[in-house]
């Protein structure tokens, strides 16, 4: 596989669930950040890490946990979510952290019940 | 103020004619700026960079920046039905901080 791997594609989860979002890229980077994009705003970034280090948070609740073990792998773990967090989750990743150029996964469609 | 603005669209314009995106952005120290096109269900993909003011090419699409009065825009020729999506333009600032605009809706009519 080639680029930026997201799964799943679609989550529904109750707000009481836990669950995590994948995402992997195989392009070497050295960058990965987390996305939320709602409808009619902003893609909001909430993650990054560089060299597996988290460099930036910019103030996610904390019902939003990220892990990035190494710099190939990145997950977002979900747990007491509210409707409002209903949205697009995108995983990027650039070569280094603030070099142009994002490379952006597909994207996990969450729904929150 | 937002950091990047953009109209929402949409914007339709017939096939074979010049579509023209624009974005203005707030802070001056600003370095670089992109252009990203998003399908309707699928995520952003990068169409133009450019850092320098002036024009820049790239096949049918022409990245226009303008420090001094703090824009830039897409141009796209020849717009195509295929070219129809939402247009994110995004900054990347002095501090590696990057934003994006709630980006362009454009429909391009057959």
């Known amino acids: 596989e080639t680029g930026v791997t997201q799964t799943p594609r679609h989550l529904v989860m109750g707000m009481t669930n836990k669950k995590s979002l994948k995402c992997e890229q195989h392009?070497?980077?050295?960058?990965m950040y987390w996305y939320k994009q709602s409808a009619k705003k902003p893609l909001e970034l909430m993650f990054v890490y560089s060299l597996e280090e988290r460099v930036e948070n910019n103030s996610v609740p904390s019902r939003f946990s990220p892990e990035c073990p190494n710099s190939s792998h990145l997950f977002l773990h979900l747990h007491t979510l509210q409707p409002e967090d209903s949205a697009l989750y995108l995983c990027a990743s650039s070569q280094d952290f603030g070099v142009p150029g994002y490379t952006f996964g597909s994207g996990t469609r969450l729904t929150v019940v | 103020q937002k950091e990047v603005e953009q109209n929402s669209g949409p914007l339709s314009v017939p096939e074979g004619a010049i579509a023209s995106l624009n974005c203005t952005y707030s802070?001056?120290?600003?370095?670089?700026f992109f252009w990203y096109r998003q399908y309707s269900g699928k995520s952003p993909e990068l169409i133009m960079f450019i850092y320098s003011n002036g024009d820049k090419e790239d096949g049918r699409f022409t990245a226009q920046l303008n420090k001094a009065s703090q824009y830039v825009s897409l141009l796209i020729r020849d717009s195509q039905p295929s070219d129809s999506a939402t247009y994110l333009c995004?900054?990347?600032?002095?501090?590696?901080?990057?934003?994006f605009g709630s980006g362009t809706k454009l429909n391009v009519k057959p």
């Open positions: 392009l070497g980077h050295n960058a």
């Open positions: 995004a900054v990347r600032n002095n501090f590696n901080k990057f934003y």
């Open positions: 802070d001056r120290g600003s370095q670089s």
